[in-house]
């Protein structure tokens, strides 16, 4: 006869290392690619809350642009022409002045 029968190799169990392998590397591919970024970017957020003043230009997040008047824990009152002086709650903003981002980012 030609052909050979063919036999199952021996049941082993997988190695648990290699198991778990996949999981591990999706973790470190979502902490290098999502987690990592955004702790990031809220740090230098703070950092830039923290260092705002008054006198300062800044767009609100609802896309108030406007200088900064009076800064409370939670709030951030803007002139923003004509006597207006809208509060706004004070963590989403940022700088809008070239000149006034470079001395607020940096600090």
Not at 66 to 92: F, H, M, N, R
Request: with cysteine; aromatic share 6%.
């Amino acid at each position: 006869m030609l052909i050979t029968p063919a036999y199952a190799a021996p049941a082993g169990q997988p190695d648990p290392i290699m198991s778990f392998l996949p999981l591990i590397v999706l973790f470190a591919l979502f902490y290098f690619l999502i987690i990592r970024p955004q702790m990031k970017r809220a740090k230098d957020q703070k950092k830039m809350q923290e260092a705002l003043q008054k006198g300062d230009e800044i767009i609100t997040s609802g896309g108030q642009l406007g200088k900064v008047v009076k800064i409370t824990d939670q709030y951030v009152t803007l002139d923003i022409g004509g006597g207006t002086e809208p509060s706004s709650s004070a963590p989403p903003s940022r700088p809008c002045c070239p000149r006034e981002r470079s001395r607020i980012c940096k600090a």
